[in-house]
Nanobody
Framework: VQLVESGGGLVQAGGSLRLSCAAS????????MGWYRQAPGKERELVAA???????YTADSVKGRFTISRDNAKNTLYLQMNSLKPEDTAMYYC??????????????????????WGKGTLVTVSS
């Protein structure tokens, strides 16, 4: 599975960006896709995820501002980011996994990171 992100950039606080992730390869094995982010000096965080059936998860830190979606016909994953804040500044990674969708959600004491990763796209939000 290959994942290629696009859409990052520099935006002012309050602005919007839409990230895209083009997926290719053995996609039949994928049960979940998601967006992670990692800011300098911070741990990687699952921002949003979506199951094959369209169930979504959004982290509390971005709930109401970020929306994950997918276009199965185009094999593309999106992250619409609105009302951006300086603390949203990070490298954003597209990821895909073959385990059960719920195995990737940080809702318990143990969860998995996804199996396939893109190279990331940088989002910088200025104040």
């Amino acid at each position: 599975v290959q994942l290629v992100e696009s859409g990052g950039g520099l935006v002012q606080a309050g602005g919007s960006l839409r990230l895209s992730c083009a997926a290719s390869g053995m996609l039949f094995s994928i049960n979940a896709m998601g967006w992670y982010r990692q800011a300098p000096g911070k741990e990687r965080e699952l921002v949003a995820a979506i199951s094959g059936g369209g169930t979504t998860y959004t982290a509390d830190s971005v709930k109401g501002r970020f929306t994950i979606s997918r276009d199965n016909a185009k094999n593309t994953l999106y992250l619409q980011m609105n009302s951006l804040k300086p603390e949203d500044t990070a490298m954003y990674y597209c990821a895909a996994g073959s385990k059960s969708y719920s195995d990737y959600l940080p809702l318990g004491s143990y969860y998995y990171g996804m199996d396939y990763w893109g190279k990331g796209t940088l989002v910088t939000v200025s104040s």
